[in-house]
């Protein structure tokens, strides 16, 4: 009997996956679930944006190969977003390279950098595909916590006393999903150091950077952090592009072509439809354009989101970032899902419960502020009619 190979049982379905699978069969019953549960943005890219795809598609030249390595507009314009919103230098034809979605660049990384056996830190919570795609790849995959008592940070005597002699790789992610915690320029200092002084290379995961956030930071703005950092960002959060599928990665030369030799052995460019309209994102990505576009539209719904955590009963800082919010649930539940199963199958809103994200995020939840306005408002009176009201409490308390 024919059997997958060893690696297929060391991974499940992703969550959302299997769960969408359920969501969707009980909308074919007429259930109408409300969903907050995936950070796909709602709102479109800019319509100039929209209008340089089409008007490309239209060209008859357009359509072959493209460089695995992006065209050069792409890379300038990439190179020009780190210098206006982060004021990080970055040589668009060395220290760029754009990626066909940040999972892709999770897998390329992991490959140019890691070897089978070899350690790799992962933030517990943090984004579930770290854990997958390193057990795909035989990586040794070894936790680091974070906690609410501590900001959603690495706690850095916990990480020094660690055995560092076969860690090669450290994962982070801030401003932190799903916990919402801020990226701070002293923790970026802190790994920056760290990764120097154990020779490992820090990769940074900021897609969330201008999503509800008064100071985007880069961990690229920590002088020498170039020479062991490499930095993912992505145009699906900040320019409502998910489907589009346009990130990028920014580091050293010599980092930028390691990662590009794997790249260019596994797939070409994108449609050059794609990557200049993704040029022309990036130039209209104005401070204004996006408050108008993301930043009025997230804070609305985030107040509903609050409201609808104080309802449950949950707890939550109000200072945390991002398109999501994160909250903590009643200490009367056994585990997380006793109240998700309750809200999804009883008030048939579909919210994440945080045991996906790791250990330390199994009595928390996730509501996604991706749902219009109406909607997350509707989601808030089902469960007002629904679950018993708990009595109101503050973020934070």
């Known amino acids: 009997m024919i059997q997958p190979a060893n690696r297929v049982g060391e991974i499940q379905e992703y969550y959302f996956s299997r769960k969408l699978k359920e969501v969707a069969q009980m909308n074919a019953e007429g259930k109408d679930i409300i969903s907050l549960a995936i950070g796909s943005p709602d709102m479109p890219p800019s319509q100039q944006t929209i209008d340089k795809l089409c008007e490309v598609a239209q060209d008859p030249k357009a359509h072959g190969y493209q460089p695995t390595a992006g065209i050069p507009e ?104 799903p916990t919402g915690g801020d990226a701070r320029m002293e923790t970026y200092e802190r790994l920056v150091d760290l990764a120097r002084r154990k020779n490992i290379v820090i990769v940074n995961d900021n897609p969330y950077s201008l999503i509800l956030n008064e100071k985007p930071l880069s961990i690229l703005q920590v002088p020498g952090a170039k ?113 998700t199963e309750r809200v999804l199958h009883e008030a048939r809103v579909f919210i994440t419960p945080g045991f996906i994200f790791g250990e330390n995020g199994k009595r928390y939840i996730r509501i996604s502020l991706c749902a219009k306005d109406e909607k997350i408002q509707e989601a808030l009176e089902r469960i007002k009619r629904t679950l018993p009201l708990t009595p109101p409490c503050e973020g934070g308390e």
């Open 74 to 177: 792409l890379r300038e314009a990439m190179a020009d977003f780190y210098r206006r919103f982060y004021g990080v230098e970055l040589d668009p034809k060395t220290e760029v390279q754009p990626l066909i979605g940040s999972k892709e660049g999770i897998l390329h990384v992991t490959l140019a950098f890691v070897n089978p056996g070899d350690e790799v830190l992962i933030p517990d919570p943090g984004y579930p595909t770290y854990t997958a795609l390193n057990k795909i790849l035989g990586s040794k995959i070894v936790k680091y916590n974070l906690r609410e008592d501590n900001g959603w940070q690495p706690d850095f005597e916990e990480l020094e006393r660690m055995d560092w002699s076969r860690i090669k790789l450290m994962w982070t992610n801030y401003p932190n999903m």
């Open 227 to 339: 020479d062991c950092c490499i930095e993912f960002n992505s145009m699906s959060k900040s320019h409502n592009m998910p489907g589009w599928r346009v990130a990028m990665c920014a580091s050293n030369p010599t980092f930028i072509s390691w990662i590009l030799k794997i790249k260019s052995n596994v797939d070409n460019g994108s449609f050059r439809g794609i990557q200049l309209a993704a040029a022309e994102a990036f130039k209209t990505n104005t401070p204004e354009w996006h408050r108008e576009y993301n930043i009025d539209n997230y804070r609305r719904r985030r107040d509903i989101a609050e409201e609808i955590m104080r309802t449950l009963g949950c707890t939550f800082d109000p200072n945390q970032v991002g398109m999501f919010l994160w909250g903590r649930i009643p200490d009367h539940y056994d585990d997380v899902e006793q109240l």
